[in-house]
Nanobody, 116 residues
């Protein structure tokens, strides 16, 4: 499975961005997907997840501001980020754990920078 993120960039505080993650390859081997982020000098943290049935969960720090969604026909997961804050600045990674193995797939990351 290959995951390719897009949509990152530079935005002012209060602005919005939409990240996309396109899955290709053996997509039948994955179900739930998620977004993580890693800021400089910090550990990678979970931002949001979505199951195959579109059940979602969010980190407390992004609840009410970020929305994760998926389009199964396009093998794509989105992260709509609104009311962005400087502390949201990080590299955002798409993740998909394999259903029947210990494999864990990651994208290459996309940089999100929020200026104050």
């Amino acid at each position: 499975v290959q995951l390719v993120e897009s949509g990152g960039g530079l935005v002012q505080a209060g602005g919005s961005l939409r990240l996309s993650c396109l899955a290709s390859g053996m997509v039948f081997s994955i179900n739930a997907m998620g977004w993580y982020r890693q800021a400089p000098g910090k550990q990678r943290e979970l931002v949001a997840t979505i199951t195959g049935g579109s059940r979602t969960s969010y980190a407390d720090s992004v609840k009410g501001r970020f929305t994760i969604a998926r389009d199964n026909a396009k093998n794509t997961v989105y992260l709509q980020m609104n009311s962005l804050k400087p502390e949201d600045t990080a590299v955002y990674y798409c993740n998909a754990p394999a259903i029947l193995s210990i494999d864990d797939y990651w994208g290459q990351g996309t940089q999100v920078t929020v200026s104050s």
